[in-house]
């Protein structure tokens, strides 16, 4: 049988580069002739999806638990997809995933919303093999425009989701997640190089890490 894929999740703060490293990751596996799927969350194409857009657009109100239990149920309702894709032997990138479900909801500042009770909802859905955090200084995510106009996307809440996803990375990293912290204030190209330095030393540590864990 063929060796597993890995599932590789890039996880940052908005304008760090996410998007764009993603697509360089996979055209750069692809013409390494390895096989691989992009899957992006939220994934807005599904019903619960599709509230989760409404909500992030400001056109409708939910309660803070509600959200966030429908980022969770976007992805547990791609999880056994994930499973399938990775047992067939495709490299799954993954453009944000349990970890920006934990921090942006713990971020908010409900006194009965904390990082622990963010976190368990996602316990039981596949484990990334390599999780990628794309780092950039307030500074330079100014310089990189804007923010846009969805909910989340203010200075506020940015300063608290940098401090808290590095408050989760100590958590899961004793739990045995590989978290690598990617300088990605540096040239597309610099950036690209590293990430896809780690992601094949990923893959060719699969036989060691065993099965997809969860
Ligand atoms: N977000 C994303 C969450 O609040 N919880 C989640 O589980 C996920 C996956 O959605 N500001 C937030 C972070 C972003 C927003 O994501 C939209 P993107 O990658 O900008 O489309
Ligand atoms: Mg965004």
Known sequence: MAQRGALVVVEGLDRAGKSSQCELLRK?????????????????????????????????QLDDHAIHLLFASNRWEVARSIEQDIARGYNV???????????????????NLSLEWAWLPEIGLP????????????????KRGGFGGERYENQAM???????????FKVVRGGHDDVQIIDAGRSLDEVANDIRDAVRGCIERLDAIGPLRK
Not at 158 to 168: D, I, K, W, Y
């Open 93 to 111: 990138i993954v453009d944000r995933y349990s970890y920006s479900g934990a921090v942006y909801s713990a971020a908010k500042g409900n006194p």
């Open 127 to 142: 484990r990334p093999d390599l999780c990628l955090f794309l780092q950039i200084s307030p500074d330079e995510a100014a």
């Open 158 to 168: 940015q300063t608290r989701v940098r401090e808290l996803f590095h408050a989760l």
């Open 28 to 60: 750069s596996l692809e013409e390494s002739g390895m096989p691989v799927k992009y899957i992006r969350f939220p994934d807005r194409t599904t019903a619960i999806g599709k509230m989760i857009d409404e909500y992030l657009r400001g056109q409708s």
